[in-house]
């Protein structure tokens, strides 16, 4: 193994905090990764890695040595692809929400491969907040206003939401005709956040600002496409992003209601680590994915 694998291959193991994990990440063996780390110790004579035996943690100079790592092995990949034909190539981890994956995604997915041919997708879908380095999730596609997590963001688009109800739910409840009736027998469909358990409020904006509604919830979910099947049961009021009920408004399955407060809108942005950013793979995607997004708003 080379001096840039072997460095390669010490990032992940320090990213993942796990020998087992960043071997099968890399396509190793675990004994040969072993090997290699301990050549690398002896080579560069210091102890870079502390190992239990439930989890490895980088030493005060495994931290420094980590941190140059970065910084040489991101300078080569940046050399290198500068040279005209050079296409990025390795595998590619990406954690993408579902409707996120199948609206905008997905479709058009071969045409990057075809682009790409030496990058190898791994996707994972979920709603959860991820651990990007430590679970070794290259990027990660989410929707909504994001918390301040460290991880850099780039905005891709910003999606319309809408208010919205089966016929049968307005059959029984009424078509609501303004915020305050809302109050008056209405409920929700009620959509959990996976971190804390809590509702999401209904909210609207108004002359400017954005109002907040909790309403009963008889029933409620974590995941959208369940979310998405209960508000066409008639079960509540629900928001959505236009884009995942187009096909409902078309059919008439579901009903756009209150439409001179509509939700604010959510931006959709692709996160990845400080150290992420100039990779090629990580560099490719992105512009690729934005160009998508640039085009479903066309």
Request: charged share 25%; aromatic share 8%; with cysteine.
């Given at each position: 193994?080379?001096r840039?694998d072997?460095?390669r291959l010490?990032?992940?193991?320090?990213?993942?905090?796990?020998?087992?994990q960043a071997?099968?990440?890399?396509g190793?063996?675990?004994?040969t990764?072993?090997?290699?780390?301990?050549q690398l110790?002896?080579?560069?004579?210091v102890?870079?890695?502390q190992?239990t035996?439930?989890?490895?943690?980088?030493?005060?100079?495994g931290e420094a040595?980590?941190?140059?790592?970065?910084?040489i092995l991101?300078?080569?990949?940046?050399a290198?692809?500068?040279f005209a034909?050079t296409k990025?190539?390795g595998t590619?981890?990406?954690e993408?929400?579902?409707t996120l994956a199948?609206?905008?995604?997905?479709?058009n997915?071969?045409?990057?491969?075809?682009?790409?041919p030496d990058?190898?997708?791994?996707m994972?879908?979920s709603d959860?907040?991820?651990?990007l380095?430590h679970?070794?999730?290259d990027c990660a596609?989410?929707?909504?206003e994001?918390?301040?997590s460290?991880l850099?963001?780039?905005?891709?688009t910003v999606?319309t939401?809408?208010t919205?109800?089966?016929?049968?739910?307005?059959?029984?409840?009424?078509?609501p005709?303004?915020?305050q009736?809302?109050g008056v027998?209405h409920q929700i469909?009620?959509?959990r956040l996976l971190?804390?358990?809590?509702l999401?409020?209904?909210?609207f904006?108004?002359d400017?600002?954005?109002?907040?509604?909790l309403l009963?919830?008889?029933?409620s979910?974590t995941?959208p496409?369940?979310?998405?099947?209960?508000?066409r049961?008639?079960?509540?009021?629900a928001?959505?992003p236009h884009?995942?009920?187009?096909e409902?408004?078309k059919?008439?399955?579901?009903?756009a209601v209150l439409?001179?407060n509509?939700?604010?809108?959510?931006?959709?942005?692709l996160?990845?680590?400080?150290?992420?950013q100039?990779s090629?793979?990580?560099r490719a995607?992105s512009?690729?994915?934005?160009?998508q997004?640039?085009?479903?708003e066309a």
């Amino acid at each position: 193994m080379d001096r840039f694998d072997a460095m390669r291959l010490f990032i992940r193991v320090v990213e993942r905090r796990s020998f087992t994990q960043a071997a099968h990440d890399i396509g190793l063996p675990r004994s040969t990764a072993t090997q290699a780390i301990h050549q690398l110790e002896r080579r560069l004579g210091v102890r870079l890695l502390q190992r239990t035996t439930r989890v490895v943690r980088p030493t005060l100079d495994g931290e420094a040595y980590y941190r140059r790592c970065l910084a040489i092995l991101q300078d080569v990949d940046d050399a290198e692809g500068a040279f005209a034909g050079t296409k990025p190539k390795g595998t590619l981890r990406i954690e993408v929400q579902g409707t996120l994956a199948r609206h905008f995604l997905m479709p058009n997915l071969p045409a990057f491969l075809e682009q790409y041919p030496d990058i190898e997708i791994v996707m994972s879908e979920s709603d959860r907040w991820v651990d990007l380095v430590h679970e070794g999730v290259d990027c990660a596609l989410r929707w909504g206003e994001l918390a301040d997590s460290g991880l850099v963001a780039r905005r891709l688009t910003v999606l319309t939401r809408i208010t919205c109800a089966a016929p049968t739910y307005l059959k029984r409840f009424g078509h609501p005709k303004s915020l305050q009736s809302l109050g008056v027998g209405h409920q929700i469909v009620g959509l959990r956040l996976l971190t804390s358990g809590d509702l999401e409020p209904l909210t609207f904006t108004v002359d400017g600002r954005i109002e907040s509604m909790l309403l009963p919830a008889p029933f409620s979910a974590t995941g959208p496409e369940s979310y998405l099947l209960a508000t066409r049961l008639g079960l509540g009021l629900a928001q959505m992003p236009h884009f995942h009920i187009a096909e409902d408004l078309k059919r008439g399955s579901l009903v756009a209601v209150l439409t001179d407060n509509p939700p604010p809108s959510a931006p959709v942005s692709l996160m990845y680590a400080q150290n992420r950013q100039l990779s090629p793979r990580v560099r490719a995607f992105s512009d690729w994915l934005a160009q998508q997004f640039r085009r479903s708003e066309a």
